[in-house]
Antibody
Framework: QLQLQESGPGLVKPSETLSLTCTVS??????????WGWIRQPPGKGLEWIGS???????YYNPSLKSRVTISVDTSKNQFSLKLSSVTAADTAVYYC?????????WGRGTLVTVSS | EIVLTQSPGTLSLSPGERATLSCRAS???????LAWYQQKPGQAPRLLIY???SRATGIPDRFSGSGSGTDFTLTISRLEPEDFAVYYC?????????FGQGTKVEIK
């Protein structure tokens, strides 16, 4: 059974880069025609798609975050990663990784990242 | 970018009642690319409906989706205690995915 698990620092200082990794277990990240994406949810607010990487390596980003986001994949480790640069308090959120095509059918449990000095 | 607007923001109902949630898109969305999710506190969202009207695996038949073009609806025929949660619609188009702002279904 495929599972996703987010990992990374829970606290990031303003202006620094937020880095998270999603580890996929129970199946290969490079098999089947899936996208692997990141979604975030500020405390008490709604969901925001950040960006995704296709199994072939193509990337797609939310235009509102594109200048600060990089998503990459490491097939040897069955992981994909998120980097968000120049963070501010507005980037404080629960960050989810997910498998998807046109809809998100499998999610990680999420990890809270707080931006604070 | 397609903007999804959900209404109402909050729906106050009693168990056993019918819930009707709306999702309106700023431009036409392919029905194949409209989905609904349920989120409970402290949990990740769960896919309920995809392709506007198809239930995801394991989703009870009291959940149904309908609509086309710019207007979509999620209906819960008879609310069970475990259905009180926040519901999001989501669409895909032009290599971008967007979510509505959510509707909270609370116990009256």
């Amino acid at each position: 059974q495929l599972q996703l698990q987010e990992s990374g620092p829970g606290l990031v200082k303003p202006s620094e880069t937020l880095s998270l990794t999603c580890t996929v277990s129970g199946g290969s990240i490079s098999s089947s025609s899936y996208y692997w994406g990141w979604i975030r949810q500020p405390p008490g607010k709604g969901l925001e798609w950040i960006g995704s990487i296709y199994y072939s390596g193509s990337t797609y980003y939310n235009p509102s975050l594109k200048s600060r986001v990089t998503i990459s994949v490491d097939t040897s480790k069955n992981q994909f990663s998120l980097k968000l640069s120049s963070v501010t308090a507005a980037d404080t959120a629960v960050y989810y990784c997910a498998r998807h095509r046109t809809n998100f059918d499998l999610w990680g449990r999420g990890t809270l990242v707080t931006v604070s000095s | 970018e397609i903007v999804l607007t959900q209404s109402p923001g909050t729906l106050s109902l009693s168990p056993g009642e019918r819930a009707t949630l709306s999702c309106r898109a700023s431009q036409s969305v392919s029905s194949s690319y409209l989905a609904w999710y349920q989120q409970k506190p402290g949990q990740a969202p769960r896919l309920l409906i995809y392709g506007a009207s198809s239930r995801a695996t394991g989703i009870p038949d009291r959940f149904s989706g309908s609509g086309s073009g710019t207007d979509f609806t999620l209906t819960i025929s008879r609310l069970e205690p475990e259905d009180f949660a926040v519901y999001y619609c989501q669409q895909y188009g032009s290599s971008a995915w967007t979510f509505g702002q959510g509707t909270k279904v609370e116990i009256k």
